[in-house]
């Protein structure tokens, strides 16, 4: 980035509202039609793609939050100007920095220091979200994606997993308590037991209540999805990393369980679409997901990994999948590879627990001590000393730099 390396004390003596007021400044300006006409944004731009990931230079991280949110309002589709699509697509720094610094951003936002953290992330995840969908539409950008290097995807990837399984997990899970809440609401005897207040709020509370949970959280996992499917059709190298492999295989295999296993009558709806549930479009884009990075799986690694799966894995659930995609006109091509996908998996599975018989019982010293599996590559951590599978501290490291045995720093260039 062209900034210095450190922050000037001119700099980090100016008062953060200064930025904060230019920057609503900016977004109250952006919702007027025609408001910013005539106005040279460039400077802004530069300023904002400069220090939107640059924490040593502007520390609160809802700060530079809201340089994303004046970055959506300029998308071209929104804005409804085409003048601000050059902000995007003919501007030099921003086809250089500005996907590399979005995903920093999206990486950085899960620690705020604020007791809102948890919540707040979302939302500023969503906003960075949609900007990153605009921006894989416009092909120099993709192709800044494309260059980036591997474990700045990882990061990326990995918190966009975190929040792909809590989202859809919490939204599957209060569709199934508004059935229950409404099944309850039809018999008297049973509302009878519900709490004090919650009856004197009247049932519609509960109901509205839950819905709008529903929607909020079933449209980002929905966006979060999307991002995972359409990253995955061109990028498939860090899917298939060693530390993130089974990760992902594990999120798939789990989604694939909720939607075609036998919980899914239990989700049925009248009125799936007011939920923002499209448990039909969210199959497909899963699917994707699958043949996407079988196709880029060169070293036939995934089928073993969507196979090592104990929590969700289940050979039946691929053919129960190819039945509901034909019945819903899925592609032909697209169906065949996934099921040719899911018999390799069900062959590495065999062949897993051949090995398994032929190893017999391990002995501990060659278990990886943190998920007790055959380590494949240990190294000695620096501070503990404690011998770890790579993958599996690589994996730990995505999100947490600490060692886990006694919460010293630590990275991955540190391991030996």
Same mark, same amino acid.
């Given at each position: 980035?062209?900034?210095?390396?450190?922050?000037?004390?001119?700099?980090? &003596?100016?008062?953060?509202?200064?930025? *904060?007021?230019?920057?609503?400044?900016?977004?109250?300006?952006? #919702?007027?039609?025609?408001?910013?006409?005539?106005?040279?944004? *460039?400077?802004?731009?530069?300023?904002?793609?400069?220090?939107?990931?640059?924490?040593?230079?502007?520390?609160?991280?809802?700060?530079?939050? /809201?340089?994303?949110?004046?970055?959506?309002?300029?998308?071209? !589709? +929104?804005?409804?100007?085409?003048?601000?699509?050059?902000?995007?697509?003919?501007?030099?720094?921003?086809?250089?920095?500005?996907?590399?610094?979005?995903?920093?951003?999206?990486?950085?936002?899960?620690?705020?220091?604020? @007791?809102?953290?948890?919540?707040?992330?979302?939302?500023?995840? @969503?906003?960075?979200?949609?900007?990153?969908?605009?921006?894989?539409?416009?092909?120099?950008?993709?192709?800044?994606?494309?260059?980036?290097?591997?474990?700045?995807?990882?990061?990326?990837?990995?918190?966009?997993?975190?929040?792909?399984?809590?989202?859809?997990?919490?939204?599957?899970? =209060?569709?199934?308590?508004?059935?229950?809440?409404?099944?309850?609401?039809?018999? =008297?005897?049973?509302?009878? +037991?519900?709490?004090?207040?919650? #009856?004197?709020?009247?049932?519609?509370?509960?109901?509205?209540?839950?819905?709008?949970?529903?929607?909020?959280?079933?449209?980002?996992?929905?966006?979060?999805?999307?991002?995972?499917?359409?990253?995955?059709?061109?990028? &498939?190298?860090?899917?298939?990393?060693?530390?993130?492999? *089974?990760?992902?295989?594990?999120?798939?295999?789990?989604?694939?369980?909720?939607?075609?296993?036998?919980? #899914?009558?239990?989700?049925?709806?009248?009125?799936?679409?007011?939920?923002?549930? +499209?448990? =039909?479009?969210?199959?497909?884009?899963?699917?994707?997901?699958?043949?996407?990075?079988? !196709?880029?799986? /060169?070293?036939?690694?995934?089928?073993?990994?969507?196979?090592?799966?104990? #929590?969700?894995?289940?050979?039946?659930?691929?053919?129960?999948?190819?039945?509901?995609? @034909?019945?819903?006109?899925?592609?032909?091509?697209?169906?065949?590879?996934?099921?040719?996908?899911?018999?390799?998996? /069900?062959?590495?599975?065999?062949?897993?627990?051949? &090995? *398994?018989?032929?190893?017999?019982?391990?002995?501990?010293?060659?278990?990886?001590?943190?998920?007790?599996?055959?380590?494949?590559?240990?190294?000695?951590?620096?501070?503990?000393?404690?011998?770890?599978?790579?993958?599996?501290?690589?994996? @730990?490291?995505?999100?947490?730099? &600490?060692?886990?045995?006694?919460?010293?720093?630590?990275?991955?260039?540190?391991?030996?």
């Amino acid at each position: 980035m062209p900034l210095p390396t450190a922050c000037p004390m001119e700099f980090a &003596t100016m008062p953060e509202h200064f930025v *904060e007021d230019a920057m609503e400044l900016l977004i109250f300006a952006s #919702r007027i039609p025609k408001a910013l006409d005539g106005v040279v944004l *460039e400077e802004f731009m530069n300023f904002i793609i400069m220090f939107m990931a640059s924490p040593d230079f502007i520390k609160n991280p809802y700060l530079r939050a /809201k340089m994303v949110e004046v970055l959506n309002c300029w998308m071209p !589709r +929104r804005s409804g100007s085409s003048a601000t699509a050059t902000l995007f697509e003919g501007h030099q720094l921003s086809l250089e920095y500005l996907v590399r610094n979005l995903l920093k951003l999206y990486v950085d936002i899960e620690f705020t220091g604020s @007791h809102t953290q948890f919540y707040d992330k979302f939302n500023i995840r @969503h906003n960075i979200a949609e900007l990153l969908e605009y921006l894989w539409q416009v092909p120099s950008h993709r192709n800044a994606w494309r260059q980036r290097r591997k474990g700045c995807l990882s990061e990326f990837l990995n918190f966009l997993i975190n929040d792909s399984i809590y989202l859809l997990d919490e939204s599957l899970n =209060k569709i199934l308590e508004l059935k229950e809440l409404e099944a309850e609401m039809s018999n =008297k005897v049973e509302w009878e +037991r519900r709490p004090v207040q919650e #009856r004197q709020r009247g049932p519609g509370y509960s109901i509205l209540k839950k819905m709008s949970i529903i929607r909020i959280d079933m449209k980002l996992a929905n966006e979060d999805v999307s991002m995972l499917a359409f990253t995955s059709e061109q990028i &498939t190298a860090p899917f298939l990393l060693p530390e993130m492999v *089974e990760r992902v295989a594990s999120m798939l295999n789990y989604f694939l369980l909720q939607l075609v296993g036998p919980q #899914r009558k239990s989700l049925s709806l009248k009125d799936p679409e007011k939920y923002e549930f +499209r448990p =039909k479009h969210l199959l497909k884009q899963i699917v994707h997901v699958y043949v996407h990075l079988a !196709r880029g799986d /060169k070293n036939s690694i995934f089928p073993a990994a969507i196979s090592k799966d104990g #929590r969700s894995y289940n050979d039946q659930l691929f053919s129960a999948a190819a039945e509901v995609l @034909h019945r819903i006109g899925e592609d032909g091509r697209i169906i065949q590879e996934f099921v040719q996908l899911g018999a390799k998996a /069900k062959v590495a599975a065999s062949e897993a627990m051949d &090995t *398994e018989a032929i190893l017999g019982e391990i002995p501990d010293e060659f278990l990886d001590p943190i998920q007790y599996t055959l380590m494949k590559d240990p190294v000695i951590l620096p501070s503990s000393r404690i011998t770890v599978d790579r993958p599996v501290i690589q994996r @730990h490291l995505l999100s947490d730099s &600490t060692d886990p045995f006694n919460r010293s720093h630590l990275t991955v260039d540190m391991d030996s």
